[in-house]
Every structure is written in structure tokens, then in C-alpha cells.
């Protein structure tokens, strides 16, 4: 809160306390809502709530409310008991300055009009892992874009850990924690292949699916292996505005994906756009390799493919895709469960192309994110 915005008046009815501040900002709270959320119901060192729902009456009222020191006082008309609030944490709640940063997503539907140098975040490694401030402005922006990128990470092997230690945790996976991305004989999954591979998702067999993907370039191909990446999030919406009812179907029908190895067996069902409670869309599922068939009846399969067509139509549009090179010791940090990500085809008997990739869990990304912003603003837990 701005130190030069006070409160101007505050008036309190049995139900409800209204705050105006000199900005123009304007707050309503609800009599059970601040009874639910006193200050001193929570612990002091954690934050943590010490009182349940259930602890706490049912319909509380407001005798009275008055402005003082920074604060609201507010007393209640069935306890013996006056409670204030801090009014910069009012304020906060009013104007939603609560929520972080790094929520505010940014969306880019015309892919092939960006490039990594000019619309999104780029870091050297050492500027990374050397200076606070930077590492979280680009942590920042992969989360709101869905990607970012790093140059000179050193091209050695396992190098790509290195860089994680500074974004979030690690997990393993039947690929292990980091995986290898080259052309091998008879590969168990086409992205050990040399062949182009369309935009996709990874691993939407898994439950829970890795929330970001990092992709270190060891040796890039000098001819083909061109990285392709589209905003799920952007085309899901621009799939909504455009064709509400192909949204709706394929937003509200679950899709089964599989993965098969010698000492693995994954299944997971899922739609190919996931949306809040409140409709707005958190995940994008697409791999049309992983994919098995959907479970409809024979009469309903001609609406959903028409209308699975038209996604899919989407993410073959080339005005939708970012390309770019990633050269020898780049690195490429995306929202797996956002961006999409592909490659144009490339020959590896004659160009060996050799990148290292490892999942992030999407929690550490974001709790990595705001433990920074707290030490860089000596912010106290909230």
C-alpha cells in the first residue's frame, strides 16, 4: 500500500463494514468473512489458522467500527470483544494487490511475429545463479510468459541440474531425474528419434503431469532440430472466442493417455483444456502419440472430433508458432502444462543433435518465486 493513501471513511453496518480510501479505492467486507480471518486466530509465527470454520459463529454482527493508528477497530455485537485490522492489509484485500506477480499471466498467441532476444527473458547462467534480483525478474516472467531462457550454461554433463538448483526441485521419473534427448536405435519414445515432432505436451500419461520442462542444448544440430513453442493458454482461448461450442466439448471431455516400457505402465485421463471452477483455463493437454481412444458413444463422436479438428488445425498454424535455434549451451525453461513444444526434423547420422532435459515440480517453481521476492523485500510470512 502506497504510503500516501489513507483511509477517508469507514462505515459499518450488522453485516457488512465499507472502507473508502483517498485513492478511490473501495473495500466491502462481510461481517462472517472478517470474523473468520481475525489476526489473532493465527499463529504468530506460521500464519497458520488456529481456529476452524466451525469455531467461529455462524452469523456475526458489527456493533461498531472505528478508524485509528493504521487500523479498524471493529466490535461485535455478540462478544465481548474488539478486533483490529491492519488497513494496509484491508486495503490489499480491496484492491486484489494481494495476489502475486507472478499470477498475472501474460499471453502471446502470435508465436511466429516473438523471438526469445526480443520478447522474452534471457539470462546468461552466471547473471542466474550470481544476482538475486535478476534471477527473480526471470523467474517472474517464465511464470507469467510460460518460458524463459538461459545462454552459456556450461556443456557438460548434467550441467542442466545446475541451473535447476536456482528454478525449483528436480523429481525422478522412469526417465530419471535427467534425461537424454538424442537419436537412438528402435527408441521406446519418438522424442528419441530424429524425427520432427509436432506441438505437444509431455508426459500427460502421469498424474500428477511435470509442471515445467528444461531443455539444454549439448550439441545442436547445425542443419534441422528447430525448436518450435506455442501459449496453449493463448490458442485455448482464442479456440473459445472463436468456436465456444468446440470449447465447451473438448473442455468437458476427458481424454485417456498411455505410456508403455519395459518397466513402466502410465495411464492417466484428462481433457485436452482444463478450466478453473471459475472457467479459466489452467492446463493444455495435447500428444497426439500418447493418446489412446476415447471412451464416448458412436453418436457423439462426430461433434467431438469436429471439434477436436479445429484445436488441433490451430496448433498446426504457423503464425502461431515461435521457432528458434537453440544453440550449443542454451537453455529453454517452459510451463509443460502451458506451452507447447515441438522440433523440425533433423538427419543424426550425418548432424548428432544431443539435449538434456529434466521436469521441474510446478510448486517449487512458484514457491522459489515468491521466497526470493520475500528476501530481496524482507517481507514477513503473510
Same mark, same amino acid.
Given at each position: ?33 472478517? +470474523?473468520?480471518?481475525?489476526? *489473532? ?13 466451525? =469455531? ?28 483490529? $485490522? ?11 494487490? %494481494?495476489? +502475486? ?23 546468461? $547462467? ?39 538448483? &536456482? ?12 534425461? =537424454? ?12 528419434? =530424429? ?18 520442462? !528444461? ?13 518450435? #513453442? !506455442? ?5 485455448? *482461448? ?9 470449447? !465447451? ?7 485417456? $493417455?498411455?505410456? +508403455? ?12 483444456? *482444463?478450466?478453473? &471452477? ?32 479445429? #484445436? ?68 514477513? %510470512?503473510?
Amino acid at each position: 500500500m502506497n504510503a500516501t493513501v489513507a483511509a477517508t471513511t469507514v462505515t459499518a453496518q450488522p453485516g457488512t463494514l465499507r472502507i473508502s480510501w483517498s485513492d478511490g479505492t473501495k473495500g466491502e467486507f462481510a461481517s462472517v468473512w472478517l +470474523r473468520d480471518n481475525l489476526p *489473532e486466530d493465527r499463529d504468530r509465527h506460521s500464519g497458520q489458522r488456529l481456529i476452524d470454520v466451525m =469455531d467461529i459463529p455462524s452469523a456475526p454482527r458489527i456493533r461498531s467500527a472505528s478508524l485509528s493508528n493504521g487500523t479498524v477497530n471493529v466490535d461485535w455485537a455478540d462478544e465481548q470483544r474488539t478486533t483490529s $485490522f491492519d488497513i494496509a492489509w484491508l486495503y490489499e484485500c480491496a484492491a486484489g494487490g %494481494m495476489r +502475486r506477480p507472478e499470477l498475472q499471466r501474460h499471453l502471446w498467441l502470435e508465436g511466429a511475429t516473438l523471438s526469445p532476444q526480443s520478447d522474452f527473458c534471457t539470462l546468461t $547462467f552466471e547473471t542466474l545463479q550470481s544476482k538475486s534480483s535478476s534471477r527473480l525478474t526471470w523467474l517472474t516472467r517464465l511464470l507469467q510468459d510460460g518460458i524463459a531462457f538461459l545462454k552459456d550454461v556450461p556443456r557438460r554433463n548434467h550441467a542442466i541440474l545446475e541451473a535447476a538448483a &536456482c528454478i525449483g526441485y528436480v523429481p525422478e521419473t522412469n526417465y530419471g531425474r535427467v534425461f =537424454d534427448v538424442k537419436a537412438v536405435p528402435q527408441p521406446e519414445n519418438l522424442a528419441y528419434s =530424429d524425427l520432427g515432432l509436432g506441438l505437444h505436451t509431455d508426459n500427460p500419461y502421469r498424474d500428477p503431469v511435470p509442471g515445467f520442462q !528444461a531443455l539444454h542444448t549439448l550439441m545442436a544440430a547445425p542443419d534441422g532440430g528447430d525448436s518450435l #513453442f !506455442a501459449d496453449g493458454f493463448a490458442i485455448a *482461448e482464442h479456440l473459445r472466442q472463436t468456436e465456444p461450442q468446440a470449447f !465447451a466439448l473438448i473442455s468437458r471431455t476427458p481424454v485417456p $493417455f498411455w505410456y +508403455r516400457a519395459a518397466d513402466t505402465d502410465l495411464y492417466a485421463e484428462r481433457p485436452l483444456i *482444463e478450466l478453473s &471452477c471459475a472457467g479459466v483455463v489452467v492446463a493444455v493437454t495435447y500428444n497426439n502419440r500418447a493418446a489412446r481412444p476415447v471412451h464416448m458413444a458412436a453418436a457423439d463422436c462426430a461433434a467431438y472430433y469436429a471439434a477436436y479438428r479445429k #484445436f488441433a488445425a490451430l496448433l498446426r498454424e504457423p503464425r502461431l508458432q515461435m521457432s528458434t535455434r537453440l544453440n550449443d549451451g542454451d537453455l529453454v525453461v517452459f510451463d509443460n502444462r502451458r506451452i507447447l513444444h515441438g522440433r523440425t526434423g533433423f538427419a543424426s547420422a550425418r548432424h548428432p543433435r544431443h539435449l538434456q532435459g529434466c521436469y521441474l515440480t510446478r510448486d517449487s517453481v512458484y514457491s522459489a518465486t515468491a521466497v526470493l521476492r520475500r528476501q530481496l523485500e524482507g517481507g514477513a %510470512m503473510q
